[in-house]
């Protein structure tokens, strides 16, 4: 009974910061900066030509209004690129064998649907069972999924630094100029949203939700996986310490991985390919060596002065946006919690030794460790400056992207 109420007390108290004026004016700010940018959208919408030919290179479940000379939604124009597969998957499922073999060879797109991970359109078909609507329902959980995400920085930060960082952190973070992919129907604000509790219970020391969380990460989005990586220094470290015994710390290592047996089990029921969640990324390009990568992104850092500003490829604001994160993670090597600075190291790094700088930036947006850096150095008007720009921007590009512009 005496353990029951000290966990209601320490519930208690920990609610009690989310009553004070101080958060409240910030949720306050923060909720009309968000109805304030749904209404820029819907009112400048035109400003931005409408990109028709990066539009018939896509991938379309649902169309956009206006290729039928439709009215403009914003519900569905924020369904732009990849968006289209999650709600594709959402609203009816992973595409089987027989399927893919009754089009006898035609081209089918759809099949290419396994390389985007289960969770994130499972809530929303979740959220779609009372609504009957995909996109209003994508549009619903996405926006509280942001909530959650500001509620769960505040906390988090507030807990390890202070509440000043923790709502600068949140207004960095989600206003950041990428902040578009928030609020559009991708997985990354669920990744977030996993990603700083990973990184909360992973200082505390919790295991049981670190594995739990770090499955879902898995199950979210493949750079997930890279987390394994400051998993597996963090129990080194205790191993060391002998604060855990080798065994345990094997098994918590290896719980996540339960996740590649269900992707290998359902893509063996449904494709009768284990691996064919691994090979449908094809369809974006054949997978180098790991040498063959890290030599090709050296050229391309190499060949900076001749790339273009910014295109489908590799571009010259994708080799800026790499050299700035990499700046960010040197200087925050010496932050308390190390635990963050491994997160930020595998999100930022892990992926170049796999991959292009192709959609590099949005690794970078949910390295939420590199906002909290920035959170505790930017002083005064240097963060109102910062933010002030960051939020021009962040109104900028989220009009190219929905008019499908390329914006990664």
């Not at 101080?22 to 306050?28: C, M």
């Not at 998957?89 to 797109?109: C, M, N, P, R, W």
């Not at 050296?298 to 490829?313: D, G, M």
């Not at 010496?334 to 590099?360: A, D, G, Q």
């Amino acid at each position: 009974m005496a353990s029951v109420l000290d966990l209601l007390s320490v519930l208690k108290n920990n609610l009690c910061m989310f009553k004070k004026k101080y958060f409240l004016t910030g949720l306050t700010v923060f909720v009309l900066l968000q109805l304030f940018f749904y209404s820029f959208l819907m009112v400048f919408y035109q400003k931005v030509p409408f990109n028709q030919y990066l539009y018939d290179t896509g991938f379309h479940y649902i169309d956009d209004n206006r290729t039928q000379n439709g009215s403009f939604n914003i519900i569905n124009a924020l369904s732009a690129w990849d968006g289209q597969w999650y709600l594709r998957i959402a609203d009816a499922g992973y595409t089987t064998k027989a399927e893919v073999d009754s089009h006898q060879g035609e081209k089918f797109l759809d099949k290419f649907a396994y390389a985007f991970l289960p969770l994130y359109p499972a809530l929303v078909s979740i959220t779609d069972i009372p609504i009957h609507n995909i996109q209003i329902s994508a549009f619903i959980l996405s926006n509280s999924i942001l909530l959650a995400i500001f509620f769960s920085t505040y906390y988090v930060v507030t807990k390890l630094f202070s509440r000043e960082v923790a709502m600068r952190t949140n207004f960095l973070l989600l206003f950041f100029p990428l902040g578009i992919f928030y609020r559009s129907y991708y997985a990354e604000s669920l990744f977030l949203l996993l990603l700083i509790w990973f990184g909360y219970f992973l200082i505390k020391r919790k295991w049981w939700f670190v594995g739990m969380l770090l499955a879902l990460l898995m199950l979210t989005k493949p750079n997930g996986t890279f987390l394994m990586v400051p998993l597996f220094l963090v129990l080194l470290q205790e191993v060391r310490k002998k604060k855990i015994a080798i065994w345990r710390a094997a098994g918590i290592f290896l719980f996540p991985l339960v996740t590649y047996v269900y992707l290998y089990v359902t893509s063996k029921i449904y494709m009768d390919d284990g691996w064919y969640w691994l090979s449908a990324h094809s369809y974006w390009g054949p997978k180098s060596p790991v040498l063959q990568t890290i030599n090709s992104n050296l050229q391309t850092i190499w060949r900076f002065s001749s790339l273009p500003w910014h295109v489908y490829k590799s571009s010259k604001s994708e080799i800026i946006g790499f050299f700035i994160g990499l700046y960010l993670l040197f200087k925050s090597r010496k932050m308390p919690h190390p635990e963050l600075w491994y997160i930020s190291l595998s999100l930022l790094l892990i992926p170049l030794l796999i991959k292009s700088f192709t959609s590099y930036a949005r690794y970078e947006m949910v390295a939420f460790p590199l906002f909290i850096y920035l959170a505790t150095k930017l002083k005064s008007w240097w963060y109102e400056v910062f933010i002030s720009i960051s939020f021009v921007l962040f109104l900028y590009i989220s009009l190219v992207f929905i008019n499908w512009g390329w914006v990664e």
